[in-house]
């Protein structure tokens, strides 16, 4: 979908040397290219890996009229095409820069540009010390090279395959001068290494693993810190393992360093890159191939940004990322991406009508993209169009209408707000700063703007993107009115999706829950789509649903306004029009939904915490109320019902899913609920084996699963109480009862035996309670030596003696009642 307000051509390829012959270039749409440029955007390389006859060649141009000499090499095979292509600026001249052209032999190029002259060959050099030795990954970082080369043993032939740990990490100062080029003295940063993919961000150098043949080494990624001399182990699915200092050559040997974590290691999942690459602020970019976009820092930490959508990436299919200022830009299947770094957001989607598509560096302009096609130059633009500039006439005055709303709901006072005493009463701020900044970012551009005081020019940078997300709101409203029928769809598809965020990210009263049901019933299916997208509902490898929203929003979903709450006025609350739109989009997802529900209510709330939804209605059964609404009744609605219940993992949702399978007869999945759900509690696994006995009681249905269910029986279960609860539930005949019956339905004590014999076996819970005591050596115990003291007469006349020592004489006694 494309607006032109937004999307534009900025330029042909007349900007371009030899502008012809680059649009050439990327027409040859079969050929494989790899396209770059240098980081103030002046220089372009396409270096086209052609298939034969043709010969592979490197073409470099040259922008905004810059002269001189043109740059085109070529090479004849079995030659291979470069291993890197990399731009080093000159100290010498500002602005000036240098080209390495380094082959997988280590033989590099060196070319140097100057407008008078062009591109010249300055020097070429060797970097590799051996003669066998390969490069097979380079990039630049700082003034220095560093690469990871194959360094197979002198011994080994040459035509052997790649083996672990023979590859080593080396670094060397790389100085370009007018006359010539300066090479320090190599350095190794790891030896005896597999091979890694090396990436360069302004302090530090990102090493991949390149293969995943190796399952230890596939599951974790390395950071060199190069001013500190460390190594940084991380793992993207563990965050930082291990850090080390490098302070002598032995130390820098890879299987030592890895050592000390192949415990740690050894329980990680191996990593899933799909594409990587450097953003601007010197973090590393990763793309799984389930499309998940993840950000690792320097330090070893790692953090989740956004998923892209289409399902799992295909091997070949090529995504490219680039970093403006916060935003990432993605590129993907013609699709492209405008991700809010910080956030996660999902700025904008554009689809594109041209698959190929490379981004160009533009410097000091962070506002903008400029795509690369074969057509011409696309610039986008994430800044506010012209003609949308203009504020809403009454914008300020619906900022202090909704304040007065907000604050009355709060205000323990009877009086009533007015826009009159918020705007004069200096109490409340907020809606005082908001319309300051408004109308300092939407005024009219015929009017002289006024400056913002720091506070609110602070405010304004935070809510940047908001007001950004508000324009593109109000520019899609207009573009719905005036667009062609055929589009109209694809517009109000975009619309509801930012409506339902923008009402997910604010708070969830009375009118924006009867707005949502509005929306939900004019454009269900658009509905459905932006509840995917706004809590990034999706599947996992393992078919299991998981969803990225933040415990705010969940708070949204879960909690609101309740049915009580609401009143019966036909609006529902937003957890059962999501379960409404599962069972009619993405049925045998609902399930799964109110499992996730159930596991973010204790991140959403603390536990015993009265706002949250586990005090009031569970979640299961208010999606069982969803599901009795339906209109007609299906055996897919029971199977439904099982599952809600089941999924719940409540005893008395369990008890009452496996009443309903023992009546529908299917005795299969009835031992199969039992042996599972008897593991959560002993309570609930006295009464699904009580229940279960009950039924083996009154016919043979389940005679051919014995031995699955007598495991199940408790501990605390004597055979009184099974004989018990069996006579309780046999069945009554109406005949005579008779020694050996013919039916053969009859319950025998053949078939109880087994269950008796372990229940007799088993230690009762008195027994061991006693256990200790019936294994002394002697039983019972000997009774203890008594002592016989005869009181003195003269002591008892003489001595007071307590009441109680009176008594203690039974002659005593008898004295005392004969006085």
């Avoid at 290219?33 to 010969?55: A, F, N």
């Avoid at 399902?311 to 809010?340: E, K």
């Avoid at 209605?617 to 897919?636: F, H, I, Q």
């Avoid at 039992?674 to 006295?686: G, M, T, V």
Wanted: aromatic share 8%.
């Amino acid at each position: 979908m494309k607006r032109a307000e937004m999307l534009r051509r900025v330029s042909d390829f007349s900007d371009f040397s030899r502008g012809h012959r680059l649009q050439e270039l990327l027409r040859q749409g079969e050929e494989p290219k790899h396209v770059s440029s240098s980081p103030d955007g002046q220089h372009l390389l396409v270096l086209q890996k052609s298939r034969p006859p043709s010969l592979p060649r490197l073409v470099a141009f040259q922008r905004h009229g810059i002269g001189g000499a043109d740059l085109e090499r070529s090479w004849q095979p079995p030659q291979p095409a470069p291993v890197g292509l990399l731009f080093l600026q000159s100290p010498v001249t500002l602005g000036s820069w240098a080209l390495a052209l380094v082959w997988e032999h280590g033989r590099t190029e060196v070319w140097y540009f100057t407008v008078a002259m062009g591109w010249q060959l300055l020097q070429t050099l060797e970097l590799c010390q051996g003669a066998r030795a390969r490069i097979v990954s380079v990039c630049s970082q700082g003034a220095s090279l560093v690469w990871c080369e194959e360094r197979p043993p002198l011994d080994a032939p040459l035509d052997m395959n790649k083996c672990a740990f023979m590859f080593c990490v080396c670094t060397r100062a790389l100085e370009v001068e007018e006359q010539g080029v300066r090479l320090g003295t190599m350095r190794i940063v790891l030896h005896n290494s597999p091979e890694y993919q090396v990436l360069a961000s302004p302090q530090h150098v990102f090493l991949m693993p390149a293969t995943a043949s190796f399952a230890t080494t596939s599951k974790f990624l390395l950071v060199w810190h190069p001013e500190k001399a460390k190594l940084t182990m991380t793992a993207p699915s563990a965050g930082f393992v291990h850090s080390k200092v490098l302070c002598s050559s032995s130390e820098s040997d890879f299987r030592k360093l890895l050592l000390g974590s192949v415990g740690l290691l050894s329980g990680l999942a191996p990593l899933d890159i799909h594409t990587s690459t450097v953003s601007n602020s010197g973090s590393l970019l990763l793309v799984s191939r389930k499309g998940a976009v993840n950000v690792v820092e320097p330090d070893g930490s790692q953090r989740h940004i956004f998923d892209l959508e289409g399902g799992p990436l295909a091997q070949g299919s090529p995504v490219q990322l680039r970093t403006f200022g916060s935003i990432l830009a993605c590129v993907l299947a013609g699709v492209l991406y405008l991700i809010d770094q910080n956030s996660g957001r999902l700025i904008e989607k554009k689809i594109l009508s041209m698959k190929e598509v490379h981004f160009l560096e533009s410097p000091g302009e962070e506002d903008s993209i400029q795509l690369l096609t074969q057509t011409g130059i696309y610039s986008f633009s994430f800044s506010k169009p012209e003609d949308s500039s203009r504020p809403e006439p009454c914008l300020v005055d619906m900022v202090f209408e909704e304040a007065c709303r907000y604050y009355q709901r709060r205000s323990l006072s009877s009086s009533k707000l007015t826009v009159e005493k918020l705007k004069k009463g200096g109490v409340f701020q907020a809606p005082v700063a908001l319309a300051a900044i408004l109308q300092h970012s939407l005024r009219q551009k015929q009017k002289p703007r006024r400056g913002l005081q720091d506070t609110y020019a602070k405010l304004l940078s935070t809510m940047s993107l908001e007001l950004q997300s508000y324009m593109s709101l109000e520019l899609l409203k207009t573009c719905v009115v005036c667009a062609p029928e055929s589009e109209v769809e694809s517009y109000c598809e975009e619309l509801v999706e930012q409506e339902i965020s923008r009402v997910l990210h604010s708070d969830m009263d009375k009118d924006n829950l009867a707005y949502l049901n509005s929306i939900f019933a004019s454009f269900p299916k658009a509905a459905w789509k932006a509840t995917r997208s706004c809590l990034q509902l999706q599947q996992n490898g393992d078919g299991l649903l998981v969803a990225r929203a933040t415990p705010e929003v969940w708070k949204k979903v879960l909690g609101g306004p309740q049915q009580e709450e609401v009143g019966p006025n036909g609006v529902v609350p937003l957890f059962e029009l999501i379960c409404a739109s599962f069972l009619r989009f993405k049925p045998k997802w609902l399930p799964s939904f109110v499992e996730l529900t159930q596991q973010y209510v204790s991140i959403s709330w603390p536990y015993g915490s009265k706002e949250g939804p586990e005090g009031r209605v569970p979640l299961y059964k208010r999606a069982l109320g969803v599901l009795a609404r339906t209109n007609k009744r299906s055996e897919a609605d029971d199977e439904m019902e099982l599952e809600l219940l089941l999924c719940s993992k409540r005893p008395k949702a369990v008890l009452q899913a496996l009443h309903l399978l023992i009546g529908l007869k299917q005795w299969q999945r009835v031992v199969e609920v039992a042996e599972k759900f008897s593991k959560l509690s002993p309570l609930l696994k006295k009464e699904i084996f009580t229940t279960l006995l009950a039924e083996f009681a009154q016919h043979r249905e389940l005679d051919p699963y014995l031995d699955t269910l007598w495991p199940l029986c408790p501990a605390e279960l004597t055979a009184s109480d099974i004989l018990t609860v069996v006579l309780q539930h046999l069945p009554h005949s109406q005949e005579d009862p008779v020694p050996f019956s013919s039916d053969g339905n009859q319950l025998t004590v053949g078939l109880l035996k087994p269950l008796l014999l372990r229940v007799v076996q088993h230690p009762s819970t008195q027994d061991e309670m006693y256990s200790d005591a019936l294994q002394s050596p002697t039983f019972p115990p000997p009774t203890p030596p008594r002592e016989h003291k005869i009181p003195s007469k003269a002591v008892a006349d003489d001595a007071p003696q307590p009441p109680m020592a009176r008594t203690s004489s039974p002659s005593a006694l008898a004295q005392g009642d004969t006085a």
